[in-house]
């Protein structure tokens, strides 16, 4: 696995649903990727952590007709072009989730 391979799994990792949530993000990340240091958890968490408020902003002010779906879409990925269109989307389709809520 490249290292964009690995960032774009560990982002995988980090927004999932349901019941493997309930299991803390690190333990899950140590058991995908052993050979982790925990310098770079502690970077990711703090990225991944970024990209999931960005995306709320965004979704936000969707909700609040402000702003498009799409170029909601499109601006989470140029400000983090690492992220794989699935993960792109996919990071917007939750806060947009909790943004209505």
Not at 83 to 98: I, M, N, Q, S, W
Request: with cysteine; hydrophobic share 40%.
């Amino acid at each position: 696995m490249d290292l964009n391979e690995t960032y774009n799994e560990a982002f995988r990792i980090f927004i999932q649903w349901g019941p493997l949530r309930r299991t803390p993000v690190r333990t899950r990340w140590r058991e995908a990727f052993p050979e982790v240091k925990e310098a770079v958890m502690d970077a990711w968490s703090a990225e991944f952590r970024r990209v999931e408020e960005f995306a709320f902003n965004l979704a936000e002010q969707v909700r609040d007709c402000r702003l498009n779906q799409e170029a909601a879409i499109e601006k989470v990925a140029e400000r983090y072009p690492r992220l794989d269109g699935e993960l792109v989307r996919g990071v917007y389709t939750r806060a947009y989730f909790h943004a209505i809520q």
